[in-house]
């Protein structure tokens, strides 16, 4: 889903289930913390947020 254009903030239950391998996000106008649920994403293998305006560390969400 990059590149388009969208807005708003991450919910929480981005990773409900867990079972999300891929997250692509990448130059959007997505803002607002990075959800602490992504460290529930236990398939996770790929995380791209960049070309937005997240606040927080990743380091510590993980």
């Known amino acids: 889903m990059d590149d388009n254009y969208l807005s708003g903030s991450l919910p929480d ?31 996770l293998h790929e995380l791209i947020l960049w070309g937005n305006q997240f606040t927080g560390n990743l380091l510590e969400v993980l």
């Open 13 to 43: 239950e981005i990773c409900h289930g867990g079972s999300l391998r891929n997250i692509s996000l990448g130059s959007n106008m997505l803002r607002g913390p990075i959800p602490r649920s992504l460290k529930n994403c236990s398939k």
